[in-house]
């Protein structure tokens, strides 16, 4: 099978993009991904340096900019460091904003789009900036404009010793299904387990729609994941109903995550359409704000 945006099989080397600087957000994200990446991954690290605007005297900017490249070439040090401990080889780029292109966003899915890269890996801390950004720029926006899977890492997630160990899907429609287990198998190892579910939400009707027509989804999806990842011991799947779900789709899945240990949740980024979805907003969009855990992301257009 052949990846029609790459041209490359879906059997190739994954090319994982990994956007890094000084936070420790940014530094979970890295172990995090050192763990994650399959031994024949090819790793891109990169480090954006902002634009820096002074109203200092004369002399005082130039300096205010080279701390800001200082620190990315530190961020991009200890990152490479931790991926050539863990047995990679990466290439490494510092990216320099200008008052053409200030966006940091922009920036990394040029730098994803240019190298042709599989997966863009990035941290988020929920209780400050960076996640703040993502929400209003990133959770859709970055989906849409680099069609790319994209792994977002909070910094309150907890290591992994040795890849994931447990990997929780949560599916959706049957393509969207397929195309999370596709990509999340890859990251899997021998010891993996999985569980797919889906979640069937308090919705509120329109007229003329179906009530069972999320059963029937749900059905149908849960089979196709099984399909995929098999039928046997290392592998459940499960609805979970109306009357298990905290407060939202949303909800039932971060707590899912947490009632069974998932080291790695991947979900597609669009499980709402249409009006609904407009009314409801973006499920994916609102796990990211409280989740723990590690979050893949996969585009409708992506993997």
């Not at 999340?184 to 021998?190: I, Y």
């Not at 308090?202 to 059905?219: C, F, I, L, N």
Request: glycine share 6%; net charge positive; aromatic share 4%.
């Amino acid at each position: 099978m052949e990846n029609s945006k790459s041209g490359r099989s879906a059997n190739s080397p994954l090319k994982i993009l990994i956007a890094a600087d000084h936070s420790e957000a940014s530094l979970c994200a890295v172990r995090f991904a050192c763990e994650l990446a399959p031994p024949d991954s090819v790793i891109r690290i990169v480090s954006v340096v902002p634009l820096t605007q002074s109203i200092a005297p004369s002399g005082h900017a130039s300096t205010t900019n080279e701390d800001s490249t200082r620190s990315a070439a530190q961020a991009l040090s200890s990152a490479n460091a931790l991926f050539i401990r863990a047995g990679f080889e990466p290439e490494t780029a510092t990216i320099a904003l200008s008052v053409k292109r200030r966006d940091v966003v922009h920036a990394i899915v040029d730098a994803a789009a240019s190298w042709n890269a599989d997966i863009v890996v990035v941290g988020a801390h929920q209780r400050h900036s960076l996640l703040r950004y993502l929400k209003r720029n990133v959770s859709e926006p970055l989906v849409k404009l680099c069609a790319l899977p994209i792994l977002i890492v909070p910094q309150r997630s907890a290591d992994m010793a040795h890849g994931p160990y447990r990997i929780l899907f949560a599916v959706g429609s049957v393509a969207d299904t397929q195309r999370c287990v596709r990509l999340g198998v890859r990251f899997a190892t021998a010891a993996s387990r999985f569980r797919a579910v889906y979640v069937i939400g308090r919705s509120v009707w329109w007229p003329g729609e179906r009530r069972d027509g999320q059963q029937d989804e749900g059905a149908m999806a849960l089979e196709a994941a099984r399909e995929l990842l098999g039928a046997g011991t290392c592998t459940t799947t499960s609805t979970i109903g109306p009357s298990e779900t905290a407060a939202d789709i949303a909800d039932a899945l971060v707590c899912e995550a947490v009632k069974w240990d998932a080291d790695l949740l991947v979900m597609g980024t669009h499980t709402r359409h249409g009006l609904k979805r407009f009314a409801f907003g973006s499920v994916a969009h609102r796990v990211l704000l409280t989740t723990r855990t590690p979050i893949l992301l996969v585009n409708r257009e992506g993997s």
